[in-house]
């Protein structure tokens, strides 16, 4: 199978991608306190556009001042006010640096009902359109999650017995069950028990969601001007936009519950003003879980009903994925490869053919299939970044061998919900770039620096 068409160039709104590869989203906990870059950001996203990726998707970044939004405690890149601008144009500069590396900013207004306590004071709680909390199934854990949890608590996934025999569960023998073992998971695996059993988000008022949705549109055309190449809204995997969405998290009754329409007027209300200050041309989409996988959840059919509705509010492009917290099997870190391309050609006709983004994959000879038989427009990878920032590089030079693979261990998301520095079982670098200079310094930006220093030298001292 040929890897060509990984490498046929492709536009996303008014953006021409050099290739069809992307990184994935990813939120990495390196940023440092509240929010802004550390230089281990600049050297993450530096390594990754010399690699030869096409696009970088950044970390959610979260563009809410409202201590409601239920996410400090991952600590992701923030951008609610000016402070934090000069520290994304220079997130920009630095990857517009590499031959033709383009980067969209993944905005978001928070976690919601997945989310967290605020940090600093418990007693505010991370708020949702309704009072609905998160319950995860432990029938729904894959090989790689079973794996880090069992290094946490032994006995606890020792007591689950056969795992198989306990995904069979019935229902009603589980809900007996769940009661102790939430007792046993805040004991015995206390830094998980919110992750597993969230508290009850507080019920969003209407001035708060016009408030939030200001300051989304506000920080999006922003990023533009700072020199993002494209805009993607954080809509997926059970997170505060795809709670809007869901029947399942929006219980509402009054303009933003109920109907279709009402359920997704908060993104079709940013993508609609955000195009009135932007113009028609700019690249911004959507990232959207193609089914929630969750019984009384987003279904297919609806996402591709929203697919609709955002394309006519202006969308350009949609980033597919699937799942939420609630179900981890199905969720953003499966243990296998091309999961999502099922939901790709839903969301592109849905939107009368425009470019779709598909992720997780490994294997360049089917990502590229994917690609030559229009399953997916690009691709782009999550994990398999971490394990090998220079995957797109490689490919291209015909060193498919050298390729380090993702195991799908798992240890990187453990780590982040840990709260431990993230890392990687077969990467070594990974969460240290910034100690390793020959992992990003690019030749073309490293000579003209040689030149100026060469120019200076021998100056006398004033």
């Not at 990857?95 to 418990?122: F, L, M, N």
């Not at 949890?149 to 996934?157: Q, V």
């Not at 911004?284 to 509705?309: I, N, Y």
Request: with cysteine; proline share 6%.
């Amino acid at each position: 199978m040929s890897i060509n068409a990984l490498f046929e160039p492709i536009s996303i709104g008014n953006v021409e991608l050099k290739n069809r590869i992307a990184m994935s989203p990813m939120n990495m906990g390196y940023t440092g306190p509240y929010g802004f870059p550390s230089e281990q950001t600049y050297a993450w996203y530096a390594t990754r556009a010399k690699g030869g990726f096409g696009l970088l998707i950044t970390e959610c970044i979260v563009a809410n001042p409202y201590r409601w939004r239920g996410c400090d405690t991952f600590n992701p890149l923030s951008m609610h006010n000016q402070r934090y601008h000069r520290f994304h144009s220079r997130i920009t500069e630095i990857v517009h640096s590499y031959h033709k590396t383009k980067i969209c900013a993944q905005i978001s207004p928070g976690w919601g009902r997945q989310g967290h306590p605020d940090i600093e004071d418990c007693t505010i709680s991370a708020a949702g359109p309704s009072s609905v909390p998160v319950r995860v199934d432990l029938r729904n854990f894959n090989k790689g999650w079973l794996k880090q949890l069992k290094k946490l608590s032994p006995d606890i996934i020792d007591a689950l017995g056969d795992y198989s025999e306990f995904q069979k569960m019935p229902d009603e023998v589980y809900a007996q069950l769940f009661d102790t073992m939430r007792k046993e998971v805040a004991t015995k695996m206390p830094s998980m028990s919110h992750t597993l059993i969230g508290e009850t988000p507080r019920q969003l008022e209407i001035h708060e969601i016009e408030q939030m949705v200001d300051v989304m549109v506000e920080q999006i055309v922003n990023a533009f001007r700072l020199g993002y190449d494209a805009v993607e809204l954080h809509t997926p995997h059970g997170y505060l936009l795809h709670a809007f969405l869901s029947p399942k998290s929006n219980q509402r009754l009054d303009k933003y519950g109920g109907s279709l329409e009402n359920r997704g007027r908060v993104v079709t209300d940013i993508i609609e003003r955000v195009r009135a200050q932007v113009g028609p041309d700019k690249a911004l989409g959507c990232r959207l879980s193609g089914d929630e996988c969750m019984p009384g959840g987003l279904s297919h059919e609806e996402a591709c009903q929203f697919v609709k509705l955002f394309t006519d509010a202006g969308a350009n492009f949609f980033n597919v994925s699937q799942g939420c917290y609630e179900n981890p099997n199905k969720a953003f870190a499966p243990d296998g490869e091309d999961d999502f391309t099922v939901w790709a050609p839903g969301f592109k006709k849905a939107s009368g053919g425009l470019p779709v983004i598909t992720p997780n994959w490994i294997t360049p000879e089917l990502a590229a299939k994917a690609i030559s038989s229009g399953k997916t427009d690009i691709i782009s990878l999550g994990r398999q970044a971490i394990a090998d920032p220079f995957w797109p590089a490689k490919v291209k030079a015909g060193r498919e061998k050298d390729i380090v693979k993702c195991s799908r261990c798992q240890q990187c998301y453990m780590a982040l919900t840990q709260s431990c520095w993230m890392t990687c079982s077969v990467n070594p670098t990974a969460g240290f770039e910034e100690y390793y200079p020959e992992l990003w310094k690019d030749d073309g930006f490293d000579r003209k620096s040689k030149k100026f220093i060469q120019r200076c030298q021998g100056l006398e001292q004033i």
